[in-house]
């Protein structure tokens, strides 16, 4: 019959898989990873990631931590497109099963700076002092300030030159 | 389209359309594009333009409700017609003032509207005049009464407490179940046969298990224009493309913005491609139900390849993520060409060879032949869609009436069979694959350059900015079950409503003529027939509520009333 | 003739023990056919192992239903032995022994399937009733005129096609597996068993497997030849080679409907019956 023609031909297609390594094209996206040198902590990754498997949350120790969880990953790349520097890499592991779902978490800590007055964060520690560097003078003195209390600063400072009492 | 003169009128222009509504009905054009036209009509018209439109040749595609209260103190319906022979979609709109909310039924005018408007009550929770109700269609059993789920004022997290279930029924005496869970059936549903003997006499249908509530979610603060693809690929594991890009050409409707032509071929390039390899997916399955199951294992070897190649071209086997609004996010270069060309021509080759060879097994030809018929005139009356449709002498096809992408740069067949029974349906299918074949081969031919996405878009551009709110779009792609409307009103930054209509939602009332008089051993053919996809069909707008919550309604809760349409 | 019951004793030992692991060559060969590579040859024995280790679940219709599997395991058994015995022993009552269980065993089939409880099961179990009823009664009266009348001429090999059909339909493979259908009634006459109760039940239908692929063979073998370590030999390997086809051929057709069965199926044995009993009626000579 026709059948065993077919069959003759196919042959045997399973791959013994996982004593067989498996077929993966140049294509494939699998588990992203951070570079926690690279990483500024900005927070643009968790605004484009679908399902919210990167997450940027204050810890009670005070730092900033990029969470990535590959529970919820659904390993569409665009957290690489979209970060600025460039520290999100898409890898080609997918062998991720554990039996822990701790397994599954990959956090970058960034130490924060607070504001010097109300003590709120202002922004990973990486962040602020990359993006004011070479920057002097002036404008430093803020940089350690939240929005609001800069606001304030900058308002009696404002008001000091003009002559009026706050 | 000389072949749909044989059974329908030709559709009026858009114009007269236009002109009859806003003269004799009192209708007011709300906007209009090429493609589509929205119209109000008053409540009291709706059935007269219904009768009008459907005796016109139109097919009722989906209807929508929506609350607008914050927008202007109603509630709207918005009955989508798709005037085939002209490739344009009339949208007529119905309001109803909070405190006064009803809309008159258009079912018995158009027996396609059944569900949607069942839908349209419990999502919505506008109460429906002139037809016979059920309890519930598409939320559960235990659900709260007054609670639904697309009103404004309800979280898109909300759990509510489940609720004992009023009254129980219980089936007839003789109704065979099939599902939620059974081999047959890859996603839970519940079809329950009434059978005498071996023959089945009626059906019920109750579905909706797997609502994940993605059009609540679409509406959320969680969700942005730019996450809708990704989510919208989710709503099927076999047709998650067409969603995605079906979503999206409604958001770039909307905006304005026309992807660049190298992306659109793209588009075209995988949305056949898609197709190829769910039809390849779906005749291995009706193989297994036959119980040949060398054809399914045969099949589904000659599909790997396609996978392997859609891997390779998009990054993932399925969930392709590769539409963002206004292109694609990767190109198809030269040696991806090559591995296209290829892979194709040994599917083409290998899938001829095992076509020829299941149609010869006899089992099969004597099951599939004269089981599970649906006539010309059921099908026209249940607006089915898609393969089914067009085995059962519809010539209906999104690509020829409404061409989207690159279809218009290609030359491709439409298979049409008369028989309306399970082998004609294998019959398109096998015949389409081998047209998508033909029709990527065309279009590799003519790619051409350019950019593959639009100038003022990419994955970093808040996309809010390029799409306004309040516009209005539909947009239809014909997914391999069939046709697949997305019909969005956009909101600030995130749609203000987005309805998914799938083929199968479509489809599924049409399995009530089909299973009817037919042997209980051909149900599971006939049901696999339609080549249901639950996941798009459930996927509507309730909230999950599923989560480790215990149930306390029985099996057959609702199983009887549902369908007793 | 102590000789002969030692051996028919230790094939029915063997083709217990060989049941299994016929079908797992099987499912080997189903795999190659499908281009896959199919489970090793230990498989099936795997699988009733650890069925037996699995929890007890006495089914809806109570302990009756266990009654009835552990009736029709034995039964298939002692089938099994009395076809060994056959291979050595030509009386009629072997012969008629040998009917007997044949229709015991669908009789207890049947009754096990309505005693389940289940919708399915009974649809299952009237399956059952139309595939036994359109090969039964041709395979028993076959052996019986073997067993009353026996066999002198190769002319009665014409008897081997209808013994071979029959002995195929009554093996419940695929096109004749409906009272079993998974895609259509989820398993029909075994859906309420479950672990040992369901490993019995396989063992049984297995034995019963090598029962009918040894059954062509068996019926005319005797008769031409007579060294019993020959009969035991040529039993042994003629019955791999009956079960290898049956399993080929399986592989190669889908399943069938209850009404287009009966028809077909019906009228080929009847026909290929009434050929048998016509040439044998001419006398010889």
């Known amino acids: 019959m026709k059948l065993l023609s077919i069959a003759a031909r196919a042959k045997v297609v399973t791959r013994r898989y996982p004593f067989e390594p498996p077929v993966i094209t140049e294509g494939f996206r699998g588990k992203i990873e951070v570079d926690p040198k690279l990483c500024w902590g900005c927070g643009v990754c968790t605004r484009i990631c679908p399902p919210n498997a990167l997450t940027l949350k204050e810890r009670e120790d005070g730092t900033l931590v990029l969470s990535y969880f590959m529970g919820r990953c659904i390993f569409c790349g665009m957290c690489a497109e979209v970060c600025p520097r460039g520290a999100i890499t898409v890898t080609k592991e997918f062998e991720l099963a554990s039996l822990t779902a701790e397994d599954l978490v990959r956090d970058v800590k960034h130490d924060v700076v607070r504001c010097r007055i109300c003590g709120r964060v202002v922004g990973p520690a990486v962040e602020v002092r990359e993006a004011t560097k070479g920057v002097g003078g002036e404008e430093a003195k803020y940089y350690d300030l939240c929005p609001e209390c800069r606001k304030l600063v900058v308002a009696r400072g404002i008001m000091t030159k003009v002559g009026v009492r706050p | 389209m000389g072949e749909r003169s044989r059974y329908l009128p030709e559709c009026p222009e858009m114009g007269e359309v236009v002109r009859k509504l806003t003269e004799e009905y009192g209708g007011r054009v709300i906007f209009s594009r090429g493609t589509e036209v929205y119209v109000e009509v008053p409540r009291h018209a709706l059935r007269d333009v219904a009768k009008y439109l459907y005796s016109s040749g139109a097919f009722l595609k989906t209807c929508a409700a929506v609350d607008e209260r914050p927008l202007n103190s109603s509630f709207a319906v918005y009955h989508i017609f798709g005037m085939d022979s002209r490739g344009y979609d009339v949208v007529v709109k119905v309001s109803a003032p909070e405190n006064d909310a009803w809309v008159p039924s258009i079912v018995d005018v158009v027996p396609a509207a059944d569900w949607c408007e069942l839908e349209a009550r419990d999502m919505i929770g506008i109460e429906l005049r002139g037809r016979k109700l059920v309890r519930r269609l598409v939320l559960p059993e235990d659900w709260p009464e007054d609670l639904h789920p697309l009103r404004k004022e309800v979280p898109h997290d909300f759990r509510p407490p489940s609720v004992k279930a009023g009254s129980e029924f219980r089936p007839a005496e003789r109704g065979i179940p099939i599902g939620p869970y059974h081999p047959v059936l890859h996603e839970p549903e519940y079809f329950e046969l009434l059978v005498e003997g071996e023959t089945v006499v009626d059906v019920y249908y109750r579905g909706f298990h797997v609502h994940r509530g993605i059009e609540k979610l679409g509406e959320s603060p969680r969700f942005t224009y730019q996450k809708i693809p990704f989510l919208a690929e989710r709503i099927c594991g076999i047709c998650g493309f067409v969603h995605s890009t079906c979503a999206i050409m409604a958001m770039e409707k909307a905006a304005g913005i026309k992807p660049p032509e190298r992306a659109e071929y793209i588009r075209t390039i995988v949305l056949e491609l898609e197709r190829i390899h769910s039809h390849l997916l779906w005749v291995g399955v009706a193989a297994h139900v036959l119980g040949y199951d060398a054809g399914f294992m045969h099949t589904w070897r000659v599909r790997e390849p396609v996978m392997i190649l859609s891997e390779l071209i998009t990054g993932s086997r399925k969930t392709y993520g590769l539409n963002l609004v206004g292109g694609v996010r990767r190109d198809v270069d030269k040696d991806k060409v090559g591995k296209i060309m290829k892979t194709l021509d040994r599917v083409e080759r290998e899938f001829k060879e095992l076509a020829n060879l299941l149609t010869s097994v006899p089992q099969i030809r004597k099951r599939a032949q004269g089981t599970g018929v649906l006539t010309r005139s059921e099908a026209r009356a249940l607006s089915v869609v898609g393969p089914v449709a067009r085995a059962s002498g519809l010539y209906r096809d999104v690509r020829k009436d409404y061409p989207y992408l690159a279809y218009k740069e290609v030359s491709f067949k439409v298979p049409l069979y008369t028989e309306g029974d399970n082998l004609a349906r294998v019959l398109v299918r096998v015949e389409e694959v081998f047209e998508s074949i033909s029709i990527i081969r065309q279009l590799l031919d003519k790619l051409p350059g350019g950019p593959v996405m639009h100038e003022k878009c990419s994955a970093v551009i808040p996309v809010d900015e390029l799409i306004p709110p309040g516009k209005y779009a539909v947009a239809a792609v014909e997914a391999p079950r069939g046709e697949d409307v997305h019909f969005l009103m956009t909101g600030e930054g995130r749609p203000y409503r987005w309805r998914v209509r799938a083929p199968t939602y479509q489809n599924i009332p049409a399995l009530r003529p089909m299973l009817r008089g037919d042997p209980l051993a051909d149900a599971p053919l006939t049901i696999a027939s339609i080549d249901p996809c639950f996941s798009c069909t459930d996927r509507a707008l309730v909230i999950d509520v599923r989560t480790g919550r215990a149930r306390t309604i029985k099996l057959w809760g609702g199983g009887v009333d549902a369908c007793r349409l | ?285």
């Open chain 3, 1 to 285: 003739m102590y000789l002969e019951i030692l051996l028919a004793v230790a094939l029915a030992v063997a083709g217990v023990v060989l049941a299994p692991i016929y079908d797992s060559l099987e499912r080997k060969i189903k795999a190659r056919l499908h281009s896959r590579v199919g489970p090793p040859i230990l498989q099936t024995w795997y699988d009733v192992l650890k069925l037996l280790a699995k929890e007890l679940v006495i089914p809806e219709g109570g302990y009756f239903i266990a009654a009835i599997v552990f009736t029709e395991l034995f039964l298939s058994v002692a089938l099994l032995v009395t076809v060994n015995f056959l291979l050595f022993f030509r009386s009629l009552t072997m012969y008629v022994l040998v009917a007997v269980f044949i229709s015991a065993l669908s009789a207890a089939t049947l009754v096990k399937s309505v005693a389940q409880n289940n919708l399915f099961s009974v649809i299952g179990g009237f399956r059952e009733y139309s595939v036994v009823l359109s090969a039964e009664p041709f395979l028993i009266l076959l052996v019986l005129l073997i067993g009353a009348r026996g066999v002198t001429d190769l002319r009665a090999l014409v008897g081997l096609a209808p013994v071979v059909l029959t002995a195929y339909v009554m093996t419940a493979r695929i096109p004749f597996d409906i009272a079993e259908a998974e895609p259509e009634i989820a398993s029909g006459i075994m859906i309420e068993l479950s672990g040992p109760l369901l490993a019995a039940n396989e063992l049984s239908l297995l034995t019963r497997r090598y029962v009918m692929a040894s059954l062509p063979t068996y019926l005319f073998l005797p008769w031409f030849v007579a060294s019993p370590l020959l009969r035991v030999g040529l039993g042994l390997t003629l019955t791999l080679l009956t079960w290898v086809i049956f399993a080929v051929v399986a592989v190669l057709l889908g399943r069938t409907r209850a009404a287009v069965m009966l028809k077909g199926t019906t009228i080929t044995t009847l026909a290929l019956t009434l050929l048998f009993i016509i040439v044998e009626s001419v006398p010889y000579g």
